[in-house]
């Protein structure tokens, strides 16, 4: 009787002493059993390509550097054409704003965020790696990084391309899909 009056005042040791018990006797009879291996492809390996090693050039960053920050000196907005452009830089801070030049023209500018593009879009929203831009009701994004599997032609450009017809807001910047506003 002593050993069940003392149990039964220390419940917890009992239980610790059969969660002991019973793991130690799993542990024995069960051991621990490694995943099967998958098959090994062996593939050559190569060096990087000296440009990918450097995807920089001294002259695209001393056209960065030489930028003026508050934009371009004339006091003319942008004109709109049909002129394509090229994304070198994203700023966050202090002020959201990213580096771009016109291909065919030398020197960048900075266009702050809801600023003007020289193709007549609007930057509305930055990622880490891309520019968002809306032009007549599209938004799409400009990669910073473009790789060879993403596609240089704005989506929106074509007035042929089908175009999502979500709700705005639906696909969240950072989503690869461009996005058509409904005008209601």
């Given at each position: ?11 917890m ?30 593939q ?10 450097r ?32 994304l070198h830089?994203?700023l ?5 704003r990213i ?19 020289p193709?007549?879009?609007v ?24 790789g ?23 696909i969240?910047?950072g ?9 209601s």
């Amino acid at each position: 009787m002593l050993l069940l009056d003392g149990l039964r005042r220390h419940p917890m040791w009992v239980a610790l002493a059969a969660g002991a018990l019973i793991g130690a006797i799993a542990g024995l009879f069960l051991p621990i059993r490694a995943p099967a291996a998958g098959e090994v492809i062996e593939q050559p390996w190569k060096l990087p390509t000296l440009a990918s090693t450097r995807p920089y050039t001294e002259a695209a960053a001393s056209s960065i550097q030489g930028a003026s920050f508050w934009g371009p000196d004339s006091g003319a907005a942008p004109r709109v054409q049909p002129a394509t452009w090229q994304l070198h830089a994203i700023l966050t801070r202090p002020a959201p704003r990213i580096a771009i030049s016109q291909v065919g023209k030398g020197g960048t500018v900075w266009i702050p965020l809801y600023g003007k593009l020289p193709d007549g879009s609007v930057l509305v929203a930055l990622d880490r790696d891309a520019a968002w831009i809306e032009r007549d009701g599209c938004r799409s994004a400009r990669k910073l990084y473009p790789g060879a599997s993403d596609a240089q032609n704005d989506p929106c450009a074509a007035p042929s391309a089908p175009r999502p017809n979500t709700a705005p807001g639906a696909i969240a910047p950072g989503s690869p899909n461009p996005q058509k506003k409904n005008a209601s």
